[in-house]
């Protein structure tokens, strides 16, 4: 029986372990962890490096099965989704932020924000003016024909920030989405985190090691050796969107 | 996702890396561009032949002194020549329906500004629509066998190319033959035949008939440069040939259409299996190319493979992206190819000419190789079906070569592929 859509976690791992394998040597990333995040918050998990963060992330990204257990985004338990299925989800519903940007380097700004409309048939008009507006949400509409090579590392991230949500995802899962750009930058970039947050109820799981980015979440999950070491909620700091 | 999409995006990564995308596609150009070319060359080239051999008729042989097509390599100087006696000789043979003699020399003709490297035949004249079918008079009438001074003139003669002077009847030509140096003969022109082409080794538009009787009084001698000789039916050749050759041993040369027909055909068919080779290897080795080019392009392209994983490209899309990238480099290549193959083809007709360079029996030893007007040209023969041939082989070539990369790259793991460097 399936929960009605509001009251449906956006993500639920069921004592999910993943092992990597090298060799003949079994690496445990992951040990058992069970978790839900509820649709519209904005959860940091922390950790050090090695803990199982990064590893999680990919699990609930359905870009990595789990070794065991289950993880449901949104009710739908990606065990049963084929590969293409498990695609479809990502396009449809989970945005990706990267600290390395991850943008393709031989395509221009505007055309990296249209690629995960091209993967779902948008036709060229439609996607064009959804992506331009997605830029310029961004500030970055003056740049759109430049490639990332002509853009800073704080635009490159906005222009990857952009590309995430030109999609309206349900769901955006940022991997030290700020690790690589100045402190300037990650405001600017975590004040439209909680403006967008905030309006349209997206769902954000940022993994970071930056105290000032947890800080402003509203839940805090502490990874440590494949495990959950810790959670805490926290009264979200609205004043930082200010500072 | 839209398969303009995939195909935009697939000409956005080509263009990304122009040269070797160039040099890749050039590769299935030569081989495309090779094969066309022979096919097409060698098909034009027997169509030719075969084009010349029905107009002279599966039943005629050509009887020639040996002498004359080793170019007077007998250093003991008599040679077998052949006479009158000879004509009636081989009249007797069982399956001979007429042997008609003829003088042959080649000879530049002039008249006005108009020089011409051509040949001159002294013949009966009426038995020319015998050994030649379908050779009709454009103008004027055969001459008188008896007047010396009458010739008819093949078309190319009367009219040549590139110039204003032309040839009407009863004017006069002058004729210097070859090798000798007694001066020039004059003629006069009474007839021109229409255009006619090629026989074997003899260009009838760039020849002046005479009676055979001038011939013998101009040339002074009795011997014929050889003799067409006609058998009832085209199974007679063999044997008539037979007859001919046992009677008179290596004394004469006897060719016969048919074979000569079959040994032109032997060895353009050896040709076209030898460069058609050359063509298929260099395709494979232009296949091999594309799918290293592929190979290159996926591993380059692996992170980006990550990130398309990311955004939520289907392993199918991933390699329709890639598959399409090696069929356009298969569709540009396969008609540039073509292009490329149909100049080609030209080029390779005239260079092949210089082989038909030679004239059929007759003339003096060593004049026999040097022709212009007379050297064997043919157009290549394109159907559409050898057309459709290199411009879709080409692309199936492609994409077999881009099938397995691009597998390789749909199948990629995205956390792996997201994190190579």
Redesign the interface.
Known sequence: MELPSSTRPAVQTIDITKVYRVGHIDYPALKGVTLKIAKGELVSVVGPSGSGKSTFLNLIGALDPPTSGRVIIDGIDLKKLNEDGLALLRNLRIGFVYQSFNLIQRLTSIENVEMPLIARGVPEKVRKSRSLKMLSAVGLAPEADKRPTELSGGEQQRVAIARALVTRPALVLGDEPTGNVDSKTTHEVLSYIVQVNKTLGTTFILVTHNPDVANMTNRVITFKDGLIEKEQYLQRMDSYTRS | ??TS?IFK?AF??LR?RKLRSFLTILGIMIGSAIILALIASSSGLSAGVQSQVSKIGANTLTVSSARQFFGGGSSSGQSYQLSQQDVSTIEAFQGVSDVIPYYSQRATISYGSNSIEGELIGVDTSALSTMYKELSLYSGGLPDSYDPSAAVVGYSIAFPTGSSDQLALNQMISITLGGSSSGSLTFLVKGIFSEYGRVLFSDIDATVFISLQSAQILLKTQYFSGLYVMTNTAGDVTTVQQEIESYYGTEVRVMNAGSMVSSVESITSQMTVFLGSIGAVSLFVAAVGITNTMFVSVMERT??I????????????IMGMFLSEATLSGVVGGVGGTILGYVLSFILGGSLSMFGGFRMGGGPPGQASSASASSTTFTPVFTPELIAFSLLFPIGIAVLAGLYPAWRASRM???VA?KYE
């Open positions: 996702m839209r999409d995006l956005k990564a990304d992170r980006e990550g990130i398309l994983k990311a955004l939520g490209y289907k392993p199918r899309q793991n995205a956390v997201l």
